[in-house]
């Protein structure tokens, strides 16, 4: 069955959509004119069409449940979960951008999580509609609110205020990571099965983007953290709290937040400083983005901007550029 497109009407400057034999007008502005239609879409019934909110929801958890990471099953779940308790019984139809808008803001939630909360509603209706259980998303006008930046680089003075400050199972994985350049999420997951002597394989399944193994170099620092952690734990985890459970994203986070350094930090800037470091240290992006654990340089290059406000390394590229020359 061919779905009614909305349509501009130059006589009348004004924006229909053709349903049910009749023209219904949406009005002048085109992006109310597209949350008119999509929402009078997700009102339609058919056969194989979702009522409510919550059906949807469960749906799509099963879903992911089946063909996702376990993390990302339990971070949805725990979103659905805060959502339906502000919109009990919601229909989809009667569902609007502002009653997701209210929930993020009774959260109360940084921007970061906000986005990720975001994103997580809207994939379930989007995949509602490929699957052809609703005829629309009624979150089309939703925007999605954009991350915290993430460009701050660790110094070697604020490393060692970082290590100072840090418990010995917060230094632990902090020193990890900025030995080995790796992500956050890798070095949690980390077990004694996946380390190799000098380098850890993760399997695909607990790798990004789930189509690699994923490989993490050992410097001799990195190596000797995970040897002696390893003797201590043989099964689960290797890096964990002081309590002794594996550390999970938002307590990584929360720990080093809670350090009072006097100056902006959190774990994944360690990433960022490995990779500028080791631009600045000659490293080929090609060598680079293997070991940091990209397919192509295309992020080193997009995303790992930092070196343009190391202007000492452009003036020595420059020159090496010209084969260390003086320009004439």
Known sequence: MRVPQPWFRKSTRSWYVQMDGRQVPLGRDKEEAQRKYHSLMAGRRNGQSIKRVDELLDEYLEHVNRNQKPGT???????YKTLLSTIPAKRVHDL????VQRWLDAKGWNVTTRKIAVKAVKAAFNWGVRQ????????????????MARDVLVTP????????????????????LRETGCRPQEARIIEAG????????????????????????????????????????SEGKLFRNT????WSTGRLNGRCAGLKLGFPFFPYALRHT????????GVD????????????????CRTYQHLARVPGHLKASLLKAIGGGAVA
């Open 73 to 79: 099953y339990r971070l949805y779940k725990h979103y």
């Open 96 to 99: 609007c951008p502002h009653d």
């Open 132 to 147: 052809g259980l609703i005829p629309a998303s009624p979150l089309i006008g939703l925007r999605t609110p954009a991350g």
């Open 157 to 176: 003075e604020q490393w060692k205020k970082i290590a100072q400050a840090a418990k010995d199972d917060l230094r632990d994985i902090l020193a990890f």
């Open 194 to 233: 996946h380390v190799r002597g000098d380098h850890v394989i993760l399997p695909k399944v607990d790798s990004k983007g789930l189509k690699y193994n994923r490989v993490i170099w050992l410097t001799p620092a990195a190596e000797a953290i995970i040897k002696r952690l390893s003797a201590e734990r």
């Open 243 to 246: 309590w002794g459970r594996p």
């Open 274 to 281: 490995w990779i500028t470091e080791a631009l600045e240290r």
């Open 285 to 300: 992006p090609v060598t680079l983005a293997i070991l940091a654990g990209h397919r192509d340089t295309t992020m080193i």
